[in-house]
């Protein structure tokens, strides 16, 4: 088995984002006329793939109602450059389904597709005055006319942690969204004036009541639905008692290494899906492969 966070999904290669471009003025249409070329439609998450079960991005040559849609600069890929169309091409595959069949690089430039897509959508008034907003900087800005202010790309950090007690179990828990079966290590987001260690802290004491130490890094990952970028981290329970706040948590559970693969073998609980980095930090503490590679008919939780 593999190091469990090589070729994390949607973690690398780093993209060429072709960032000496983005001040250049007429760079959209000028490489809208380059036969190097290529665009990929993105929208509500969804881009277009081709093949099976080896799958690809189905990027297509520029059309001539291009110049009339929003288009952003993602980078060079492959000799040439990539734009996102945005909000164009509904019958796409979700990319939380496909990310981890996707070649690494195509993985990668359809997340920061589906980032900016989901950012340039849910964006469109300036936060200062309200006022309509429109495209800069190749895509990666928005500008207030009104006001003159800039507005860039929103990522929100979030932490998620694989927490184990004095004997070494693991802590897996339920969202009160997911149904009886579904549970993966507990997360979420980072707030003002937190340090990331802080944040798992609080986070780990709030949804079940435990106090943790010996906080560590172990990988982070994209995670475009809609706009985070998720940090793992191991960390250490005081103790095994534990104290849902029926709120956001559910249940939880503690898990021996043997008691999860059981659980995993008669149903009792689902499979975590390769696409997260929950699942890698899973496999970390079981010290092998669990997961399974995802169906792009189904769309699950992290």
Sequence with gaps: MAAPFDELVLAGPPLDRAADLRFE??????????????VLDVHEMRVPTVGGPEIALALRHPEASDEERDLVLLGRLG??????????????????????????????LAATA??????????????RCGGPTEIAQAGWVR?????????????DPAVIMAVTDPDD??????????????????????????????????????EVGLEVSDVRYRADQPWPFPASLMVGFTARAASARLAPDGVEIVEARWFTRDELAAAFETGEL?????????????????????????DPAAVGGR
């Design 79 to 108: 000799g040439g450059h990539v734009l996102a169309a945005l909000q164009h091409g509904e019958g796409g595959t979700p990319l939380r389904a496909v990310a981890d069949l996707l070649p690494p690089d195509q993985a990668s």
């Design 143 to 155: 500008r207030c006319p009104a006001d003159e202010s800039w507005h860039h790309p929103r990522t």
């Design 114 to 127: 589906v980032a900016l897509d989901n950012w340039h959508r849910t964006h469109p008034r300036c936060p």
């Design 25 to 38: 003025a007429g760079v959209i249409p000028r490489l809208l006329g380059e036969p190097g070329t290529r």
């Design 169 to 206: 179990r693991l802590l897996l828990a339920r969202n009160a969204g997911w149904p009886t079966g579904r549970m993966s290590v507990l997360a979420g987001f980072v707030e003002p004036g937190e340090t990331l260690a802080a944040a798992v802290a609080r986070e780990v004491h709030e």
């Design 270 to 294: 689902y499979r975590p899906r390769a696409v997260s980095i929950s699942a890698r930090l899973v496999e970390e503490w079981y010290g092998g492969e669990l997961c399974e590679r995802s």
